[in-house]
Nanobody
Framework: QVQLVESGGGLVQAGGSLRLSCAAS????????MGWYRQTRGKQRELVAT???????NYADSVKGRFTISRDNAKNTVYLQMNSLKPEDTAVYYC????????????WGQGTQVTVSS
């Protein structure tokens, strides 16, 4: 099992920046995959950015060039740097951790609200 604690959400003006943090309760070295998702009322949760196999990253087209996912293994923390924020980025952002053994299981943070005003 893994617990995820998120922080960094808030209200920001369009064009501004925020950095989200996700602290895991265990070494992220032992977690097979981690990433960020977001959800707006009336819409399905969508992938924002994630680490995938081989340490590669994957981003939603809508955030490419603006958002950057990173990690600090020593701090068991994954970050999402969000620049050039747009009103359409407004959503609840969730940290995700995936374990694949003994079978595939997803763990989620509590979610943090990001609101971008125009």
């Amino acid at each position: 099992q893994v617990q995820l604690v998120e922080s960094g959400g808030g209200l920001v003006q369009a064009g501004g920046s925020l950095r989200l943090s996700c602290a895991a309760s265990r070494s992220i070295f032992s977690i097979n995959a981690m990433g960020w998702y977001r959800q707006t009322r009336g819409k399905q949760r969508e992938l924002v950015a994630t680490f995938i196999s081989g340490g590669r990253t994957n981003y939603a087209d809508s955030v490419k060039g603006r958002f950057t996912i990173s990690r600090d293994n020593a701090k068991n923390t994954v970050y999402l740097q969000m620049n050039s924020l747009k009103p359409e980025d407004t959503a609840v952002y969730y940290c995700n951790a995936r374990l694949v053994a003994p079978y595939e299981i997803d763990y989620w943070g509590q979610g943090t609200q990001v609101t971008v005003s125009s």
